[in-house]
């Protein structure tokens, strides 16, 4: 899939929206991403900031990669920067929220998350095991997951 600068542009914008909201949320203790209720947020990650797009004003929004950790376990099972996630475990997350997706993708530490995924590789399915939030180094990356300066 080829990452047009609207996508970007509009990735960046939620990608700090939603960064600056987990952030403020991580630091008054409060369950990250929004889940308000959700008290029983699981902690497995796999290393990835997910951003929404368009083609256009009024299209269906699609989740991409925008953010691989480069020391995580999606980077290591090939999830790259730009690639669409279309399904989780077998459920397609057209019409779903970030929310109801981030959860989707997080789960118990050392589970296995299948993710569906279109790229330049066309579509394909990738098993990702997660792992602590606490195991992924922190201010080891740089834009679109690369190694630091």
Known sequence: MRI??????AGLLMGLLLTG?????????QVPYGHGTDTKMHQ???????????????DPAILYVGMVHPQGPAQQAGLQHGDEIVSV????????????VVHMIRGEVGTVVKLGV??????RELSITRV??????????????????
């Open 118 to 123: 279109r790229g330049e590789n066309g579509l």
């Open 44 to 58: 497995g990650v796999i290393g990835i900031v997910l951003q929404i797009g368009a083609e256009r004003i009024g």
């Open 89 to 100: 475990d077998g459920t397609t997350v057209t019409g779903k929220s970030y929310e109801q």
């Open 21 to 29: 909201s987990a952030l403020a949320d991580e630091s008054s203790s």
């Open 4 to 9: 047009r600068s609207f996508h970007i542009a």
């Open 132 to 149: 602590a939030d606490d195991k992924l180094p922190k201010g080891t990356t740089g834009p679109h997951g690369s190694p630091a300066r």
